[in-house]
């Protein structure tokens, strides 16, 4: 009984809601994360569940400090998505939820490829229905884009896993390493779900189109289980320190001028990802400590700042930040909760973000990558000012936009309330996320050198804002380098990214336009004859049927005589 | 003893059911001889297959005649395992002709039809498990001939055009075997397969060998609706009744394949069949082109019986190209996509039985919102378009992967290729029909909503086999396996 894979119990949640009323279906929901966490605990270490499929032997548990970490990060983030989204009457969007919810932690647990691949494409499949079902044409077109690339994602799983299967003819999933064909479309099938530069747009597109409660479980699930699969296959890839780098600044210029606020907390995602991919390409103890823990709080403080969106997108259904302002006023609870969520991602001392990100920066420098370790400090400060005081800022002060509403469902605010309290109790009390974590390092969060470095950082970031936004202009002196950044990522960059847009839409169109009309061509041609009165299509009089007949027979008369 | 009688039994109790259903006329006598028997039938080829498992092979001689020179029954691993796919879809199909049957045709034609019925199981029975060449022919005809019969029992009158097409393009190709087997008969002297065998092997590079390979490779082509033969096969099921479709979809292209590799590794021998003739070659050429082409014509069709059609020539050339591996990795995937391929094909025809029963129609266009009103039916419309696309835990999963191992085992990545891009313009085919059942808008309100459970449960019995067959494969895959090393002449 204890030995039954932890996804088994979502799956079959998940069976029940389809067909439970209303209530019953509530009081599955909200208990199977809590049973199944209870039963996570019972758990064994160490434990190796193997089943025999075909000729191959498949591990659909295996327990051990890594799993066990995002096993129960998963649940836990679940049942703060559940709790968020128990006011909704939709049958679909909660079965979507729970088969999401049980495919993620299935996927952390999976033993082997094989069973990771399964549950990367229900990952994928199962999310895409919490996109749609904010059933517009907007949310259908998002959604679809992104079940395309996260289908790609699993097409190119599988076939690095036959590949590696062919050449050491095993399919169990240890460490991989890059080398080989294999393992490199391995690599690029978790960057994709990671959401590496370049592969990040399905990401910052889907997101924001989903249901306010839905975007609570993306943001949990699917990138967390790629960085897991990561930690799992890749720990120690040098490249990853530069590809994380680069995930950890380029978002940065694409939040600040981001209207979405929703989109912005995309962006901030991918930079916070960054922190995490650095770390794994450290592999030292300290950073994989570090990426891992920062998988752990950046479910529950980016949960936090997506549900305080989502409540305020279901509350006046805007989330424009020029349409949002001065909503302190109407609902200060929620307030107050973003900015705690607020506070963690931008790595306050005594709120989450801080015990978890000092860990990485910590194992750059001593690593010896100075560069990456200034790129990621540049991060950290964006990271404060879009969704430290942008989210917050735009949403509930700014001007104030007229809007009067209410404080949203007391589920919303429990949820978030439930996220805010593990954001301060992880931060003030983090030796019990220490706990958990695959190598004991011994590190000391509340450093004096770590508190003060972090703290400088934060309140020349926090007065550079408030003095530009004070004065409205930008003046010619600058007094110090975050405010320099600043300069550079709110004027210049966007500016040079707008040029930079305009001439890549015109090629891009001028693209779009030739392979359009090629294939619109191409089209044409299938159709006709593949089409229904096409060539291979239509009703052949018999005789043509025989002439066949004979030139297959001369055909193959002649190839045997040869 | 009965259990010795076994191999008899298998043909001759359909054999003389068919008359006896003439005599009996009422249409739910027909009926329930016609399922009755099937049920035995089925029930012998599984005591025939608990035999061969306990003792390897089966030599049955008729009349105490011994082999040569008598008509002999050689049953081994490969035949048993295509008679227990026959009469299983034989038996689980009869269940839902009832109903379906009844809509259908006409009450004073049913007792025919079930005859017909009869007679081309009898067929089918008869070509899998003789061992005589001469013998095989003449259930080649039986089979053929009432098939003929069955297709154009169809409510369309273009059925009688589709069964005209279908008689003259199957009797090529019976004359085709025959004149094969006659050229092989002079080189030998014998039509027993296994004489034959033996006899061939000191006379193969001759002139008459090659050209009686030629004539049974493209006879036999024709019969399974080999790319490009495969010109009939369409209309052939598109307007035959929809127990027909189910029932031949699922055997009748099965058993010549058997008939295929039975004559390429039994008779021929695989150094002459896949060595010195360049018959491997034009197999993988031909089944590359058949998964393609027809799976892309399969996209456009708005008739579903049609797409379907088109998709079994698709699936035809996944078997093809199975053989064409010439390994054993290759065969038992053949082998095992003929089993799991009769599974999703009956389901998804039954399917559309119960949609057409429904209905009077298998347009896509008809289908706007079916999925609401008729949800068991399209549930096994989705297991069994799950499968065909190849989904994990289904049969065709199972296939499809044995299919790729084999390949990869090759080296023959473009095949790989082929059977990936197959299943991605399947995913499209069935996803259409899934997104017009569930997305799309009610035409108009129509009273009623599912088919009777009649013909529900046999569909739903293949739709879960589709299922536990993706899980448990000791059954489908370890047969399969024992057949294909049969075939490449080892031991199982």
């Known amino acids: 009984m204890v030995e039954l894979p932890p996804f088994v119990l979502f799956y079959l949640a998940a069976l029940a809601a389809a067909v439970l009323p209303r209530r019953a279906r509530q009081v599955v929901m909200l208990a199977v994360p809590l049973v199944g966490g209870l039963a996570l605990m019972n758990l064994a270490p160490d434990l190796l569940l193997r089943v025999a499929f075909m000729d191959l032997y498949l591990e659909p548990l295996r327990v051990d400090k890594l799993s066990?970490?995002?096993?129960?990060?998963?649940?836990?983030?679940?049942?703060?998505?559940?709790?968020?989204?128990?006011?909704?009457?939709?049958?679909?969007?909660?079965?979507?939820?729970?088969?999401?919810?049980?495919?993620?932690?299935?996927?952390?647990?999976?033993?082997?490829?094989?069973?990771?691949?399964?549950?990367?494409?229900?990952?994928?499949?199962t999310s895409a229905f919490l996109i749609f079902a904010n059933r517009t044409d907007r949310a259908w077109g998002a959604g679809m884009r992104y079940?395309?690339?996260?289908?790609?994602?699993?097409?190119?799983?599988?076939?690095?896993?036959?590949?590696?299967?062919?050449?050491?003819?095993?399919?169990?999933?240890?460490?991989?390493?890059?080398?080989?064909?294999?393992?490199?479309?391995?690599?690029?099938?978790?960057?994709i779900k990671c959401a590496f530069p370049l592969l990040h747009n399905w990401l910052t597109d889907a997101y924001p189109e989903a249901t306010p409660t839905g975007t609570v479980f993306l943001s949990a699930f699917t990138t967390k289980v790629a960085v897991y699969a990561l930690a799992r296959g890749f720990a120690g890839t040098e490249a990853l320190v530069y590809i994380g780098a680069t995930m950890t600044?380029?978002?940065?210029?694409?939040?600040v001028i981001e209207n979405d606020l929703r989109r912005v907390l995309a962006y901030s995602m991918i930079n916070q990802i960054g922190f995490m991919v650095v770390g794994i390409g450290l592999g030292t103890a300290l950073a994989m400590n570090g990426a891992i823990a920062h998988a752990f709080n950046d479910v529950i403080f980016k949960g936090l700042l997506m549900m305080s969106m989502g409540a305020v997108l279901h509350m006046t259904g805007r989330i424009n930040g020029s349409d949002l302002g001065g909503l302190y006023k109407s609902m200060p609870v929620t307030a107050g909760l973003c900015i705690v969520g607020a506070a963690s991602i931008s790595a306050f001392p005594l709120f989450s973000g801080f015990v978890s990100k000092s860990m990485v920066m910590v194992a750059v420098l001593e690593e010896g990558h100075p560069g990456v370790w200034l790129a990621l400090l540049f991060a950290s400060a964006g990271v404060f000012h879009?969704?430290?005081?942008?989210?917050?800022?735009?949403?509930?002060?700014?001007?104030?936009?007229?809007?009067?509403?209410?404080?949203?469902?007391?589920?919303?605010?429990?949820?978030?309330?439930?996220?805010?309290?593990?954001?301060?109790?992880?931060?003030?009390?983090?030796?019990?996320l220490y706990e958990l974590l695959p190598f004991s390092t011994g590190y000391a969060p509340f450093d004096g050198s770590h508190i003060l470095a972090q703290i400088q950082l934060l309140v020349f970031s926090a007065a550079a804002f408030a003095w530009l936004k004070v004065s409205g202009i930008y003046p010619p002196e600058l007094h110090s380098t975050n405010i320099d950044v600043e300069w550079l990522y709110r004027r210049l960059a966007p500016r040079w990214v707008r040029h930079c847009t305009q001439r890549l839409t015109a090629v891009s169109e001028t693209l779009g336009e030739t392979t359009q009309n090629a294939s619109r061509v191409v089209m044409r041609s299938v159709v006709r004859h593949y089409g229904p009165e096409g060539t291979l299509a239509r009703s052949w009089p018999t005789g043509s049927m025989v002439l066949w007949v004979a030139v297959l027979l001369a055909a193959s008369l002649i190839l045997y005589y040869l | 003893m009965i259990s010795a009688q076994l191999p008899a039994l298998q043909v001759v109790v359909p054999l003389l059911a068919a008359p006896l259903c003439l005599v009996l006329h009422r249409p739910f006598a027909a009926w329930l001889l016609t399922f009755v028997v099937s049920g035995i039938s089925l029930l012998v080829s599984v005591a025939l297959l608990g035999q061969i498992l306990e003792q390897g092979v089966i030599d049955y001689t008729f009349g105490g005649w011994a082999a040569p020179f008598g008509i002999a029954y050689h049953i081994d691993f490969a035949n048993a395992y295509v008679l227990l796919i026959v009469t299983a879809i034989s038996t689980v199909v009869s269940i839902f002709a009832k109903r379906s049957v009844?809509?259908?045709?006409?009450?004073?034609?049913?007792?025919?039809?079930?005859?017909?019925?009869?007679?081309?199981?009898t067929g089918l029975l008869g070509i899998t498990i003789t061992g005589d060449a001469f013998n095989l022919f003449v259930?080649?005809?039986?089979?053929?001939?009432?098939?003929?019969?069955?297709?154009?029992?169809?409510?369309?009158?273009?059925?009688?055009?589709?069964?005209?097409?279908?008689?003259i393009m199957g009797t090529i190709g019976a004359t085709f075997i025959l004149i094969g087997i006659g050229l092989l008969y002079m080189l030998t002297g014998t039509l027993n397969m296994l004489d034959m065998a033996q006899r061939l092997v000191a006379v193969a590079d001759s002139r008459t060998a090659r050209t009686g390979f030629a004539f049974l490779t493209v006879g036999l082509g024709l019969k399974i609706a080999l790319f490009p033969l495969h010109l009939w096969l369409p209309n052939a099921y598109a307007y035959a009744p929809s127990a027909v479709s189910a029932f031949l979809a699922a055997t009748a292209t099965k058993v010549a394949v058997y008939v295929l590799l039975r004559f390429m590794f039994s008779v021929f021998g695989i150094d002459f069949a896949l060595g010195a003739m360049p018959l491997s070659t034009m197999l993988v050429v031909l089944g590359s082109v058949a998964v393609l082409s027809a799976s892309t014509v399969a996209i456009f069709q708005h008739n579903l019986k049609r797409m379907l059609a088109y998709s079994s020539i698709a699936q035809i050339g996944y078997l093809v190209l199975g053989v064409s591996l010439a390994t054993p990795a290759g065969l038992t995937a053949t082998l095992l996509h003929l089993f799991n391929h009769a599974l999703m094909k009956g389901a998804l025809f039954l399917a559309l039985g119960c949609i057409a029963w429904r209905l009077g129609s298998v347009r896509l266009g008809d289908l706007g919102g079916l999925g609401y009103r008729m949800p068991w039916t399209m549930g096994v419309f989705v297991i069994g378009g799950?499968?065909?696309?190849?989904?994990?835990?289904?049969?065709?999963?199972?296939?499809?992967?044995?299919?790729?191992?084999?390949?990869?085992?090759?080296?023959?990545?473009?095949?790989?290729?082929?059977?990936?891009?197959?299943?991605?313009?399947?995913?499209?085919?069935?996803?259409?029909?899934?997104?017009t059942a569930y997305l799309g808008k009610t035409k108009e309100a129509v009273s009623g909503t599912e088919a009777p459970l009649s013909m529900l449960v046999p569909a739903w019995l293949l739709a879960i086999a589709n299922l536990y067959f993706g899980m448990h494969t000791e059954l489908s895959a370890g047969i399969a396996s024992q057949a294909a090393m049969v075939l490449f002449g080892g031991q199982p």
């Not at chain 2, 019969?149 to 589709?162: C, E, H, P, Q």
């Open chain 1, 68 to 125: 066990m970490l995002f096993g129960i990060l998963f649940h836990i983030g679940a049942f703060i998505g559940i709790v968020f989204s128990l006011h909704v009457d939709d049958r679909s969007q909660h079965v979507a939820a729970l088969l999401y919810a049980g495919s993620a932690i299935g996927a952390v647990f999976a033993g082997d490829l094989l069973t990771l691949f399964l549950f990367w494409e229900m990952l994928a499949l």
């Open chain 1, 147 to 191: 079940l395309v690339i996260q289908v790609l994602s699993g097409v190119l799983l599988l076939a690095g896993a036959l590949m590696l299967y062919r050449h050491s003819g095993s399919l169990a999933f240890n460490h991989i390493g890059l080398n080989g064909a294999g393992s490199f479309l391995i690599f690029i099938a978790f960057g």
């Open chain 1, 249 to 255: 600044c380029f978002p940065i210029f694409y939040a």
């Open chain 1, 386 to 432: 879009h969704a430290g005081i942008k989210i917050p800022f735009f949403a509930f002060f700014s001007h104030d936009s007229g809007i009067r509403t209410t404080e949203p469902p007391l589920n919303m605010l429990a949820a978030m309330g439930l996220a805010a309290v593990l954001c301060i109790f992880i931060g003030c009390y983090p030796w019990a």
């Open chain 2, 102 to 121: 009844a809509s259908e045709i006409e009450a004073h034609s049913q007792g025919l039809f079930y005859t017909a019925w009869l007679l081309c199981l």
């Open chain 2, 139 to 167: 259930f080649l005809e039986i089979s053929s001939l009432s098939s003929y019969v069955l297709i154009a029992m169809g409510n369309d009158r273009k059925a009688l055009t589709a069964a005209y097409q279908y008689l």
């Open chain 2, 386 to 435: 799950l499968s065909l696309i190849g989904l994990p835990l289904t049969a065709g999963f199972i296939s499809k992967w044995y299919l790729v191992l084999a390949a990869v085992e090759r080296g023959w990545w473009p095949v790989v290729l082929i059977i990936i891009a197959g299943s991605l313009l399947a995913v499209i085919y069935v996803w259409r029909v899934i997104e």
